[in-house]
């Protein structure tokens, strides 16, 4: 089946330091997705990019819809505690009505 | 956006047992899926729950081991049936709301299987 590839599976950052998360894939996608998911709690959405070469901040984060069309990068600046969590990309397809193909998840870890 | 409440939070089970999850969301939608997160994992599509008509499965979920309810735009249950230790996940209703074509998540349901 479709796969992403989500990269790195875990950071472990001081805190202030700027972080940055990326997917690939092979196949070319319509639309990216980056979600966060706090423990105990369904993921949120942060970014949504439906255009390749799409630059969209939300904040602190920014995240770019790949010229290519097969990969999309995440960046957090400055990073503070509560952004302790996991982050998922979520691409969907060309000729796909909803279905989404995920990410295996980067797990961000803030040092004291 | 939709606001997704799901019950029970999380349960404590034990193998060879049937649970049900509740999914209500606080308006009207279309599209409603039901997804499984294994621990440690990403998130897997389990099914489309379709007002009126049976559920559309993906690959690798059945609906003998998986029924699923929807009878109406607004309500959705999922069953875990005769539940194995494997079965140990987050279930998350999801749904698509109708103005924005955002997808958005309940808290989920943690289960685990004794």
């Known amino acids: 089946g479709q796969q992403l590839n989500q990269s790195p599976q875990s950071m472990f950052i001081q805190e202030g330091e700027d972080v940055s998360m990326n997917c690939t894939s092979s196949?070319?996608?319509?639309?990216w997705l980056w979600y966060k998911q706090d423990p105990g709690e369904g993921p949120v959405l942060l970014i949504a990019?439906?255009?390749a070469g799409e630059l969209t901040s939300n904040g602190r984060l920014t995240a770019q819809f790949g010229i290519t069309r097969k990969d999309s990068f995440l960046n957090i600046s400055a990073s503070i505690p509560s952004d302790v969590g996991i982050y998922f990309c979520a691409g969907q397809l060309l000729d796909s009505n909803y279905q989404l193909i995920w990410g295996a998840g980067t797990k961000l870890i803030i040092k004291p | 956006s939709a606001v997704i409440s799901q019950k029970p939070s999380r349960d404590i089970c034990q193998r060879g047992t049937s649970l049900t999850i509740q999914c209500q969301v606080d308006s009207q939608v279309t599209m409603m899926f039901w997804y499984r997160q294994q621990p440690g994992q990403s998130l897997t599509l389990i099914a489309t729950?379709?007002?009126?008509?049976?559920?559309?499965?993906e690959s690798g979920f059945v609906i003998d081991k998986f029924p699923i309810s929807r009878p109406n735009l607004t309500f959705s249950t999922l069953t875990v049936s005769n539940m194995s230790p494997e079965d140990s996940s987050i279930y998350l209703c999801?749904?698509?709301?109708?103005?924005?074509?955002?997808?958005?998540f309940g808290e989920g349901s943690r289960l685990t299987v004794l």
């Open positions: 990019l439906y255009k």
């Open positions: 999801s749904v698509i709301d109708s103005n924005t074509g955002e997808l958005f």
């Open positions: 196949s070319i996608f319509n639309t």
């Open positions: 729950a379709n007002q009126g008509s049976e559920a559309t499965y």
